[in-house]
């Protein structure tokens, strides 16, 4: 009796490989892009500590230390981020055979942080338009008062 026949594994296409020239600019970002995201966590992690501080040995308690621990947060958070690109700009530079791959895993990282920006812009707008419009109606009252 014939033993059934393992079937071959079919291999793993080839990437497209980029070139010398092409790999210079992706190791330049890669370290450009490791120095803005390492002062980045810096900041984060100083706001946030400055955040809990603040909050902490202030009279007002740790809501006077809020926005310093949010700002910090969100420092730290695209930092790490950009890190995470960072690496896989590296690693397209370090390998073989996976540039693609490593290109992608970049770019959906980028997208994240990008995305992350943008809502924070969104957040940030609203709330500023709502200062003002606070501010607005206080006026008005302040000013009926008298």
């Given at each position: 009796?014939?033993?059934?026949q393992a079937?071959?594994?079919?291999?793993?296409?080839?990437?497209?490989e980029?070139?010398e020239?092409?790999?210079?600019?992706?190791?330049e970002?890669?370290?450009?892009?490791?120095?803005v995201s390492t002062?980045l966590i810096?900041?984060?992690?100083?706001?946030?500590s400055?955040?809990?501080?603040?909050?902490?040995f202030s009279?007002?308690?740790?809501?006077i230390?809020?926005?310093?621990?949010?700002?910090g947060?969100?420092y730290?958070?695209?930092?790490?981020?950009g890190?995470?690109?960072?690496?896989?700009?590296?690693?397209?530079?370090?390998?073989?055979?996976?540039?693609i791959?490593?290109l992608?895993d970049a770019?959906?990282e980028?997208r994240?942080g990008?995305?992350?920006?943008?809502?924070?812009?969104?957040v940030s707008?609203a709330?500023?338009?709502?200062?003002?419009?606070?501010?607005i109606?206080d006026?008005?009252?302040y000013?009926?008062?008298w």
């Amino acid at each position: 009796m014939a033993e059934p026949q393992a079937e071959a594994e079919p291999e793993a296409e080839p990437q497209y490989e980029f070139n010398e020239a092409q790999e210079e600019i992706f190791l330049e970002l890669s370290e450009k892009i490791t120095i803005v995201s390492t002062f980045l966590i810096m900041i984060g992690l100083f706001r946030f500590s400055i955040g809990i501080l603040v909050g902490i040995f202030s009279d007002l308690g740790i809501g006077i230390g809020v926005d310093s621990i949010i700002d910090g947060a969100f420092y730290f958070l695209i930092g790490f981020l950009g890190k995470k690109v960072a690496n896989n700009f590296q690693k397209i530079v370090e390998t073989q055979g996976n540039d693609i791959d490593y290109l992608m895993d970049a770019l959906s990282e980028l997208r994240k942080g990008v995305a992350l920006a943008f809502w924070l812009l969104i957040v940030s707008a609203a709330v500023w338009v709502a200062v003002v419009i606070h501010g607005i109606i206080d006026a008005a009252q302040y000013t009926e008062m008298w």
